[in-house]
C-alpha cells in the first residue's frame, strides 16, 4: 500500500480485523466440545485489551473467514501506525499481541492434524 492513508485509519482497520477475528474464534469457541480453544484466551484478550475492545461483546459483522489471516492481516497494519516516542511501546506491544494471537490460534487449530 503506497497510498497515504492516515494512522487513524490503519487503527480502526486493525481494531476491525482484530473485531472480525474475535468474533470467528468465539463462534468456534462455543461450537467445540473440547474446550481446546480456551488456550488462546490469554493472547486474545491481551489484544483486545490493548486496543480497547471489549471481549465477548455481540459481533453483526461477517464472522467467516480464517481468523489467523486476519490477524496477520492486522499486524502488517500495525507497523503502518505512527506513534509518538511516548507511544512506541504500545505499538511494539500490540505488533507483538497480534502476532502472540494468531500464532496460538493457529497451534490449537493444527493440533487435530497431529
Known amino acids: 500500500m503506497d497510498e497515504k492513508v492516515s494512522s487513524g485509519d490503519v487503527r480502526l482497520r486493525v481494531v476491525e480485523l482484530v473485531t472480525r477475528a474475535e468474533a470467528i474464534v468465539e463462534r468456534i469457541e462455543a461450537a467445540a ?11 486474545r484478550y491481551r489484544l483486545c485489551e490493548l486496543l480497547e475492545i471489549m471481549p465477548y461483546v455481540r459481533y453483526d459483522g461477517e464472522a467467516e473467514g480464517d481468523p489467523a489471516v486476519l490477524l496477520d492481516e492486522a499486524a502488517e497494519l500495525v507497523d503502518r501506525i505512527e506513534v509518538s516516542i511516548e507511544d512506541l511501546s504500545w ?14 490460534i493457529r497451534a490449537v487449530r493444527d493440533a487435530r492434524d497431529v
Open 91 to 104: 505499538r511494539l506491544a500490540l505488533g507483538d499481541a497480534v502476532r502472540t494471537a494468531a500464532a496460538d
Open 33 to 43: 466440545p473440547d474446550g481446546r480453544w480456551a488456550m488462546t484466551a490469554f493472547s
